[in-house]
């Protein structure tokens, strides 16, 4: 199951898997585990704890460390990793980490994310700024100091190296990433529909996610 949609021959492709904390159950007559959603991968370093909007969702099987703050209707799926033990962490409201992303910062490189972005399967960011609406393809690299405008998207793949800024809008493809050109609002509106997609799919696994191996 998952979102697809191309531009200018890119295809981005979300799809969805795994780790398991112990989690408690209550047994059904089904035999249905019904997962207590709450017991998320939640983890404090010292004396730096993760802060988590009540709205957003934090898959079992991902880990939150440290000094993280997950807003509103934001979304971290199965396998993501987000390790806030040098510098701050923020991942906007109704922005989604999905499966296998990495989320880390260097001394001196906070990492924030704006609203409404998402960050693709496997994709790895430190120590950068992601600007408002846009999306960071299946595994992509983005690396400390670097700035994505608003509305960018950074193809499957890229790696945007150390300290390179990108304008609103961009197009961001290749390794090293290069601007290839301005994206459209058709591209744009896509970008925001995959977003909410996701931010309306967090919110019914919080409440309907069922653990059914026994």
């Not at 981005?12 to 159950?25: D, G, M, T």
């Not at 400390?144 to 998207?153: E, M």
């Not at 193809?155 to 304008?167: C, L, Q, R, S, Y």
């Amino acid at each position: 199951m998952g979102v697809q949609f191309g531009l200018s021959g890119i295809v981005i492709r979300r799809v969805e898997p795994a780790f398991r904390p112990r989690l408690k159950a209550r047994i059904f007559p089904s035999s249905t585990r019904i997962l207590e959603t709450e017991r998320m991968a939640l983890y404090q370093l010292g004396d730096v704890a993760p802060t988590i909007d009540n709205d957003a969702y934090v898959a079992p099987e991902a880990t939150v460390i440290g000094r993280v703050e997950l807003k509103a209707r934001s979304s971290v799926w199965p396998g993501a990793v987000i390790r806030g033990d040098n510098e701050p962490i923020v991942v906007g409201e109704a922005s989604n980490v999905q499966e296998g992303a990495v989320l880390h910062t260097d001394p001196g490189c906070p990492l924030n994310i704006g609203d409404r972005v998402t960050i693709g399967h496997q994709a790895m960011l430190h120590g950068c700024t992601v600007g408002e609406g846009s999306l960071i393809g299946i595994q992509a690299v983005v690396l400390n100091r670097a700035v994505i405008g608003k509305d960018c998207l950074v193809g499957a793949g890229a790696i945007v190296t150390e300290g390179k800024v990108f304008p609103d809008r961009s197009l961001i493809l290749g390794a090293p990433a290069k601007a290839v050109r301005e994206l459209t609002e058709d591209d744009i509106a896509k970008m925001r529909l995959n977003a909410e997609t996701y931010a309306v799919r967090q919110a019914m696994y919080k409440q309907q996610l069922k653990r059914i191996d026994g």
